[in-house]
């Protein structure tokens, strides 16, 4: 029999050891190009050995320990993508694990050009949508619409590049009796790797001026779990736009009435104290001395800033992403809310989730939709967005913690030190009251 012995048959030949005795995490990894990660593997045996084999964990370091080794990679380039293995040892035993590491990019924002540019209400226009290096081209798709529908073109053609990543352009012919008055044309592009989705939104709209158009960037999260951003930029006003995701407002209703107390009870130098808006431009020019108001739930945080509009203008749309409660707990119901403000009717739908979206319970209402969990558990973590379909196009994000069940004794044992002392002082109290009762009883005697 070979020594190096996969998990499964391994555990055939010796009853008794677990399959999953050597464990490498993550199972599914993905790495940014350019960016970094690491692979570990573990095995819980005392005077085992693990270590990462073969000749493409060359492409990356290895440290290494009695009951774990860690694979670093770095910089990561399309070459270092492909099967990592790792070999353990337990008292003579051996054991086998692989994982396929997976490297992408993805450009922050897409380009969209009109010919002409001016892409006037009855006139033909020519559209094409670009992205710069992509990769991979398994599980990418470019998709057109025309407001909520979408349209059936060629597949987008692609050029590689010499790092290995890829050029894609896609060119859409639009006829003149499209080409209507506020009617948004936009260019989706989605990757699809491992358990990850990116997407990438770029639009314009035909008016009677010139194009408006609005390329969407996700953006990085850097606050608190339950405070998201997205990022748009309008070239017609040459200046960036940020759109900050609300919490629920004071009016929103919760199951549990602990909740709210939560909601508002928050630190006020805590990220989760700001609560600010900002909208979005619509086509016109923007008032660069005029600021969105924000609100903060303390006088001393700062309200957040954004490019507003002019005096007198009313925001097309707003577009906020919450949870409640803010953070989720294990096997505890949880809920995560998309909703669009808008003076007409909007249609929103999630870009991403951390596990499929049959496994929620999505229930869509007018300009929002909500996604329901009985019991969360880990899996449910991570990234959420959701965007804003039919008007100028919006994306927003939340990170989403949910944390094991922890229920707090503090409380009650500041609450059983308390009673306990009361108890003594009344004891001591009432105890030299009877003594001095007593006493005088017996000097009358």
């Known amino acids: 029999l070979s020594p190096s012995l996969n998990p499964t048959f391994s555990s055939f030949l010796h009853p008794g050891r677990p399959a999953d005795k050597l464990v490498v995490m993550p199972r599914q990894p993905v790495v940014r190009y350019g960016g970094s990660a690491q692979l570990n593997c573990s095995l819980a045996c005392a005077g085992g050995t693990v270590q990462w084999k073969g000749l493409d964990t060359n492409l990356g370091s290895i440290t290494s320990f009695p009951t774990h080794s860690i694979l670093h990679v770095s910089s990561a380039v399309v070459a270092m993508a492909g099967t990592k293995v790792c070999q353990g040892t337990c008292h003579g035993q051996h054991y086998q694990q692989t994982v396929y590491l997976k490297v992408y990019t993805l450009p922050d924002t897409l380009q969209l050009d009109a010919d002409p540019r001016a892409l006037e209400p009855g006139q033909p226009t020519s559209l094409r949508c670009s992205a710069q290096q992509v990769y991979p081209l398994t599980g990418l798709v470019l998709t057109w619409y025309r407001g909520d529908q979408a349209l059936e073109v060629e597949d987008f053609k692609v050029t590689e590049t010499d790092e290995e990543l890829f050029d894609i352009v896609s060119t859409l012919p639009v006829a003149g009796k499209d080409v209507v008055e506020g009617v948004e044309f936009r260019c989706e592009v989605t990757l699809s790797i491992g358990q990850e989705t990116f997407t990438r939104v770029a639009s314009v709209a035909a008016s009677a001026g010139a194009v408006t158009e609005q390329p969407v960037a996700m953006a990085t999260f850097t606050g608190s779990p339950w405070t998201a951003v997205a990022t748009t930029e309008s070239p017609s006003t040459a200046r960036p736009v940020t759109t900050t995701a609300l919490p629920p407002e004071p009016s ?165 030190t308390t009673f306990s002392l009361l108890g003594l002082i009344v004891t001591s109290v009432m105890s030299r009251r009877l003594w001095k009762r007593f006493r005088s009883q017996y000097e009358l005697s």
């Open 252 to 416: 929103v209703s919760t199951h549990d009435p602990s909740t709210a107390l939560t909601t508002t009870a928050q630190d006020p130098g805590s990220p989760t104290a700001r609560l600010a808006t900002t909208t979005l431009p619509s086509s016109g020019t923007a008032s660069p001395s005029t600021e969105a108001q924000g609100t903060a739930a303390d006088s001393s945080v700062p309200a957040a800033k954004g490019t507003g509009l002019s005096m007198g203008t009313v925001p097309a749309c707003s577009l906020q992403i919450w949870s409640l409660p803010p953070n989720g707990t294990r096997g505890r119901a949880l809920r995560i809310e998309c909703h669009a403000r808008c003076t007409g009717n909007a249609t929103v739908r999630w870009l991403k989730t951390p596990v499929a979206l049959s496994q929620y319970r999505e229930e869509a209402a007018g300009s929002s939709s909500t996604l329901r969990l009985d019991h969360a558990e880990a899996q449910h973590q991570g990234h959420y967005q959701c965007i804003l379909l039919g008007h100028h196009t919006q994306v927003v994000s939340l990170q989403l913690i949910v944390s094991d069940d922890m229920v707090s004794t503090g409380p009650a044992i500041a609450a059983g």
